[in-house]
């Protein structure tokens, strides 16, 4: 069995982790644009795509030309794993070019800081599972696996996942990006609830290509955009009347 990661970012990075974690025996296949293939850990494009899985961890807007460039170069019975984080889009892509090829769509709702600070200990982390093409055996055998790793599997269709991220994942960006830009930062007096907020302006405050690129391919991110705005004015007319 071999594993093929397509982007060697923060998150390329954690999937070659998690997979030397809990499956030691594979062997994991990197491709980046900014390593040169060394026949040990990073590989070209070519060589990567022909694993028994490939994984492409790149950013949103670069998904679907990096799909339509791994599929010609793909195993007949290659499976394609999506890690992105919207999923109406990515699944939209992959039902259109990928149509007769395996697939699952998936979103692991976790990331290296909170890894890390739980020492690489994934209990109860949330992995989405959306849309697929894989024999029903062999997606039962995927959940199987991960649940027994500790790993909580949730179910459910890409327009749920992409309405719960609009109001949750985006909305923790959009408050943290506006907190960062306003440079507001911890004191000595801090509350133990202002704590809670600083540490997850400073888990998401460095991720504007995520942030810009949730917001593009995310249809339910606009509303939550107006709800926001809307919310402000009249915390602002609240305050005025005070």
């Known amino acids: 069995m071999s594993v093929g990661i397509i982007g060697y970012g ?9 997979v030397n974690q809990f499956a030691p025996t594979v062997e994991v296949k990197i ?21 028994d899985i490939v994984i492409p961890s790149v950013p949103i807007h670069a998904f679907e030309e990096t799909v339509a460039k791994l599929l010609p170069l793909m195993r007949p ?3 394609i794993v999506d890690v992105a984080t919207v999923k109406v889009h990515t699944v939209g892509v992959l039902r259109r070019l990928a149509s007769d090829r395996h697939w699952v769509a998936t979103h692991p709702m976790f990331g290296p800081e909170s890894f890390a600070k739980r020492n690489g200990d994934v209990t109860g982390f949330r992995i989405v599972l959306t849309e ?24 459910m269709s ?12 985006f909305l ?12 507001f930062g911890r004191t000595e007096i801090d509350t133990v609830s202002f704590g809670y907020l600083m540490d997850a302006v400073e888990s998401v405050k460095q991720d504007t290509v995520l942030f ?3 917001f593009r391919y995310n249809p339910y991110c606009r509303d939550v955009l107006n709800r ?15």
């Open 172 to 183: 923790t960006h959009l408050v943290g990006q506006i907190i960062a830009r306003g440079n």
């Open 158 to 169: 890409p327009e749920e996942h992409d309405q719960h991220l609009a109001e949750t994942l």
């Open 132 to 155: 697929h093409t894989l024999p029903t055996e062999q997606y039962t055998q995927l959940v199987d696996f991960l649940r027994a790793r500790g790993f909580s599997v949730v179910e």
């Open 31 to 51: 491709f980046s644009s900014r390593r040169e293939p060394d026949g040990t850990q990073f590989f070209s494009f070519e060589e990567v795509a022909a694993c």
């Open 228 to 242: 926001f705005g809307i919310a402000e004015g009249e915390v602002q007319q609240l305050l005025q009347t005070a």
């Open 212 to 214: 810009q690129g949730v």
């Open 10 to 18: 923060s998150f390329g990075a954690l999937l070659e982790t998690l």
């Open 77 to 79: 019975e290659g499976i």
